[in-house]
């Protein structure tokens, strides 16, 4: 799998969508892969947080066609760009929503969910983007 690595100089607009300055200053995005409708899947790898099989992580989606079907509300835009955390549990393969943030297509916030330790519990399906995503934080090395 090729992966390639942004800096936060390179993706500005991307690391002002995590609303918070010092996680954006930080930010470090990874392109992880492309799906068949060239949504974007990419990962802050400063975010990654290990302990033990679990990791702590948060992706950034960027959607060329509004992906509403995201979200589990409706919301009155389009939403064309996602941060999400998501806590993964790499010894079971399952992981676990945590917050979204859901954004325009010229990156205006739209509204943030924080569904804590209630977000969706799902296992991705081998090959999937968002199991490729999980793979990769799930094989980062823990930080010392």
């Known amino acids: 799998m090729k ?3 942004f800096s936060a100089a390179l993706l500005s607009s991307v690391a002002l969508l995590t609303a918070n ?3 954006a200053q930080s930010a470090q995005w990874t392109r992880i892969t492309e799906n068949s409708v ?5 990962v ?3 975010s990654i947080q290990r302990n033990g099989s679990i990791v702590w ?6 959607f060329p066609e509004a992906n509403n079907a995201l ?7 389009p939403v ?3 941060v999400i955390r998501w806590s993964a ?4 393969g399952a992981q676990r929503l945590r917050k979204v943030n859901a954004y325009t297509t010229n990156r205006k916030l739209i509204q943030k969910f924080d569904y804590g330790n209630d977000g969706m519990l799902l296992r991705p399906q081998a090959g999937s983007s968002t199991h490729k995503v999980m793979d990769y934080v799930c094989r980062q090395p823990q930080k010392r």
């Open 21 to 23: 300055s010092a996680i």
């Open 80 to 82: 064309h760009g996602a």
């Open 38 to 42: 060239r949504d974007r899947f990419f």
């Open 71 to 77: 979200l589990d509300v409706k919301v009155d835009q």
């Open 3 to 5: 992966l390639i690595k």
């Open 44 to 46: 802050d790898a400063s």
């Open 57 to 62: 992580y948060w992706e950034y989606r960027e």
């Open 89 to 92: 549990d790499c010894s079971t």
